[in-house]
Each structure stands twice: as structure tokens, then as C-alpha cells.
């Protein structure tokens, strides 16, 4: 157990909607990642939260936005879905404290989209 | 830009065999860090280990070491013994310094499934 949390585990919607991830960092940690795992496109990084301020943003759709809360949870807006955001959304930790590529990411469960 | 290759997709082997999973990364910086993580079939990302750039001395932890060589841009991790319970998928992973901003992110590979039969 990482420390991490992440909620829901699994979401079934329809192409078209909106749905929020949930995501709970390790007590202690600032910095918050989302990533997307896809069959096609891997492990990609969406974004980066520390301390609740927008640190860094990879390859993030329009359609898709994150914020961190002054708690230091996070979550993942993902609005217009369609099939292909099918996939696990993971969201990571770290300390923060060097807002470092040095630190360590610990990772969270997922939560599994589905998107028919 | 910075790449890491996991030539290897899939790996099969027999319960005790040891394996080698090879990692290759591209950057231009002379600071990094390099990371193995493991996804088992339940879907979660463990942490295994974190390397930095300047430290080439290989790790061993129980039945799981790994090597790394900045001449051939390579950090391999090797299981010695496999056991089933070794059966997930393995990434590697690189971090360097974004000039942009300051901080950075992780940047997989496309990971190497390993299945180790009885």
C-alpha cells in the first residue's frame, strides 16, 4: 500500500458526459501527478500539482483539468468523454519539498474508465 | 527530449530461471534519475527503486538487482530465482530537470511483461 488514494476504483459512463477522480495524497506530500495508462499511447503524464499550485502539464486534453484543494487532494475533471479516454488514470505523490525530478512518485491504484 | 526503451514486450519464463530486463534511455542532461516500477495483474504501480545519474554502483535487494552503465545509457534489473509472484509488467522510468520550470515528470517506457509459469 503506497499511501495513496484514489477514488472511484472503477467508472462506467457514456460518451459525452463528465466525470471527476478523486485523489488523496500521501500524508505529508505536496505534489500530485496524474497520469493516463493506454493500450495504444502507454503511461503519459497529464499533469502536476504542488501545493496546490499548477506546476507542470504534459500531454493534457482541453477537455480535461485538475486541481489540487488547500487539503492537498486532488482531482481530475474529465468533461466531453469519448471512447478513446477509455483507460487507468493513475494519480502519484511526492514530497514536494524540492519540487525535484530527484524524488520518488508513489503511485495510487487507479481508477478504471470506461467510456461506451 | 528523453526516450526510454524496453525492447523487450514480453518475457517467458520457468519458475527458478533468472532474467535480465533491459532499460535504454536517451538525455542530453548530466543529472537524472532513473526509476523501476512494477504493475502487477491488479493493476497498481509499485515503486522498486530510484538511481541518480552519478551513482553506477550496481543495488542488489533479496533476488532483485540492478545494473547501471552510463557508457551504454543502460539500467537493467535482474531477478534472480523468478518466482510467479514475479508474473506483472515492469516499466523503467527517467526523470531530468525541466529548464522551463524548474521541475519534472516521469517518462516510462513502454514496459516489459513478464511471466513466469510453474
Known amino acids: 500500500d503506497s499511501g495513496v488514494t484514489q477514488t472511484p476504483k472503477h467508472l462506467i459512463t457514456a460518451t459525452g458526459q463528465r466525470v471527476t477522480l478523486r485523489c488523496s495524497p500521501r500524508?505529508?506530500?505536496?505534489?500530485v501527478y496524474w497520469y493516463q495508462q493506454s493500450l495504444d499511447q502507454g503511461l503519459q503524464f497529464l499533469i502536476h500539482?504542488?501545493?496546490?499550485?499548477?506546476?507542470a502539464k504534459g500531454n493534457i486534453l482541453e477537455r480535461f483539468s485538475a486541481q489540487q484543494f488547500p487539503d492537498l487532494h486532488s482531482e481530475l475533471n474529465l468533461s466531453s468523454l469519448e471512447l478513446g479516454d477509455s483507460a487507468l488514470y493513475f494519480c502519484?505523490?511526492?514530497?514536494?519539498?524540492?519540487?525535484?525530478?530527484?524524488?520518488?512518485?508513489?503511485f495510487g491504484p487507479g481508477t478504471r474508465l470506461l467510456v461506451l | 527530449a528523453q526516450k526510454v526503451t524496453q525492447a523487450q514486450t514480453e518475457i517467458s519464463v520457468v519458475e527458478k530461471e533468472d532474467v535480465t530486463l533491459d532499460c535504454v534511455y536517451e538525455?542530453?542532461?548530466?543529472?537524472?534519475?532513473l526509476f523501476w516500477y512494477k504493475q502487477p495483474p491488479s493493476g497498481e504501480l509499485v515503486f522498486l527503486i530510484r538511481?541518480?545519474?552519478?551513482?553506477?554502483q550496481n543495488e542488489i535487494s533479496g533476488r532483485y538487482s540492478w545494473n547501471f552503465q552510463k557508457s551504454t545509457s543502460s539500467f537493467n534489473f535482474t531477478i534472480t530465482a523468478s518466482q510467479v509472484v514475479d508474473s506483472a509488467v515492469y516499466f523503467c522510468?527517467?526523470?531530468?530537470?525541466?529548464?522551463?520550470?524548474?521541475?519534472?515528470?516521469?517518462?516510462f517506457g513502454k514496459g516489459t511483461m513478464l511471466l513466469v509459469s510453474p
Open positions: 502519484a505523490s511526492s514530497k514536494g519539498s524540492s519540487g525535484g525530478f530527484q524524488e520518488t512518485q508513489y
Open positions: 500524508s505529508g506530500d505536496l505534489s
Open positions: 500539482y504542488y501545493n496546490g499550485e499548477e506546476r
Open positions: 538525455t542530453r542532461d548530466t543529472t537524472y534519475y
Open positions: 538511481r541518480n545519474s552519478f551513482d553506477e
Open positions: 522510468a527517467l526523470s531530468e530537470e525541466s529548464l522551463r520550470s524548474g521541475y519534472s515528470t516521469l517518462t
